[in-house]
């Protein structure tokens, strides 16, 4: 059974930073690639970044410069360090592989606000 389960969220000031983190289980972790996606309240969800197995990375033009992903396969967890936040990241964030597959985590919300 494949499950996701996502961490790290909260509020924080604009400009301020959150680290995500993402456990994985019921999957080769190791082998596939990996994504950060994020809905926000009315809106689609939405890929924010991407890392592939062989740790390319990919970012939404949104977040490029700002965010970063990153993976440990020892761990089967994927990261999202997010830094420079803006009102308008505030979303419930949630991992799955890309492209995704049908089950989805909890989420975890961010919230941006002062």
């Known amino acids: 059974q494949v499950q996701f389960v996502e961490s790290g969220g909260g509020l924080v000031q604009p400009g301020g930073s959150l680290r995500l983190s993402c456990a994985a289980s019921g999957i080769i972790f190791r082998i596939y690639d990996m994504g950060w996606y994020r809905q926000a309240p009315g809106k689609q969800r939405e890929l924010v970044a991407r890392i592939t197995a062989s740790r390319t990375t990919n970012y939404a033009d949104s977040v490029k410069g700002r965010f970063t992903i990153s993976r440990d396969n020892a761990k089967n967890t994927v990261y999202l360090q997010m830094n420079s936040l803006k009102s308008e990241d505030t979303a419930v964030y949630y991992c799955?592989?890309?492209?995704?597959?049908?089950?989805w985590g909890q989420g975890t919300q961010v919230t941006v606000s002062s």
């Open positions: 799955n592989r890309n492209p995704a597959g049908t089950s």
